[in-house]
């Protein structure tokens, strides 16, 4: 149908109603969707375009509603949501969203502000939910699908040397420092280690650590509460095998923390704060101290590449893959991965390691007059 702002095309939605849309510059441009509209139609692609003014607000709102993960991973959502994503897109519909403006608010909003990391979590979290109202028939396609985006490769992390490791615990308080030697030498997460209980942790035979399924790491949800759920993922849920030295050490510490529900608790027994260790504790062990004759010590290194560095070492003591993915918690994704099996000496040989690289390279001692040290 021709009007005098352009053409218009009308065509009828499966409940009956007669729907038009309006607009079109030219005849052939009107007949073009009027051959979509059909073509969809007939495949069952077609989206009602009334369900394409649900605005992003309302669509997030029944989203959330649905989606189910764990603490920490909502705790992640509802950030990307409520400092970007809804300040920027709010009332605005979703069948509005187009690809190139998507582009422009990554390039020119995110990406200003925010590491490439960050921008790309963010604009995958928006796809995964576009992605959904694209199943639910709001709209016909994902405008953040095929985005060319040339987002920054993350460099690599810096890993620690036996020595780095030491000497970064030898500059903490013993219970910080032997938080650090547990988290190099079995490269658990800080959440699995700061939610850790004594009753999930076997010093007798067979030492080891169970990291529980419901309650095996401490989440700090929304930046401050605290509360112990579920690990990272399903394959994170593990049992993580100690080598001598560090039984020992846990034992000792035991006897300093007897009344402590936790392995490593904070101030007077409480929870453990991410942010207060790392101001506390790490933070200053790296910077050093020029008044006891400590330099710098890799700048670049956070604690979760204490994780890495675990692996690092499994590596270089020639520990099996499926090792490794079983005591880091990885899934396996491989075809060799499920045909390959742990066993008691694959397990007994990476302790062995372990345990040489502490008898020859490690050891710390704490003095309280003079300070911390490492041996």
Request: aromatic share 8%; hydrophobic share 35%; with cysteine.
């Amino acid at each position: 149908m021709n009007l005098r702002d352009g053409f218009r095309v009308r065509y009828r939605l499966d409940d009956g109603t007669v729907f038009s849309e309006n607009g079109f510059a030219t005849k052939a441009a009107a007949e073009d969707r009027a051959a979509d509209v059909e073509s969809d139609q007939r495949r069952r692609r077609f989206a009602d375009p009334r369900l394409a003014k649900t605005t992003v607000d309302e669509w997030v709102r029944s989203w959330a509603d649905a989606h189910g993960v764990t603490a920490m991973t909502w705790s992640t959502y509802d950030s990307h949501l409520r400092n970007h994503i809804l300040p920027h897109w709010s009332g605005t519909a979703v069948g509005d969203i187009e690809r190139i403006k998507v582009k422009g608010w990554v390039n020119k909003t995110l990406r200003t502000k925010l590491s490439d990391k960050s921008a790309k979590d963010i604009l995958v979290l928006f796809s995964q939910i576009l992605g959904e109202a694209v199943e639910e028939g709001l709209i016909g396609s994902n405008p953040c699908a095929k985005l060319r985006i040339n987002f920054e490769d993350r460099p690599e992390r810096p890993i620690a040397t036996t020595d780095e490791v030491d000497a970064l615990a030898g500059r903490m308080e013993p219970d910080d420092g032997l938080l650090t030697i547990t988290a190099a030498y079995t490269g658990m997460r800080w959440g699995e280690l700061a939610g850790l209980q004594w009753s999930r942790t076997h010093l007798g035979d067979n030492p080891k650590i169970v990291v529980d399924p419901d309650i095996g790491a401490l989440h700090e949800v929304r930046g401050h509460r605290l509360e112990l759920g579920p690990p990272k993922t399903p394959a994170s849920a593990r049992t993580v095998h100690l080598p001598p030295f560090l039984v020992a050490e846990l034992i000792a510490h035991r006897e300093r923390n007897w009344e402590s529900q936790f392995v490593f608790p904070g101030a007077r027994g409480a929870l453990r704060r991410r942010s207060n260790f790392r101001q506390r504790a790490w933070l200053p062990a790296k910077a050093g101290n020029p008044k006891l004759g400590w330099k710098p010590l890799n700048p670049e290194l956070h604690f979760h590449d204490l994780r890495h560095t675990h692996e690092t070492w499994l590596i270089e003591d020639q520990v099996p893959r499926v090792v490794r993915l079983a005591r880091l918690g990885h899934k396996r994704k491989d075809v060799d991965d499920n045909y390959s099996h742990v066993t008691d000496v694959m397990i007994a040989r990476m302790l062995a390691g372990l345990q040489r690289r502490w008898e020859e390279d490690g050891g710390w001692t704490w003095e309280r007059e003079n300070g911390p040290s490492a041996a």
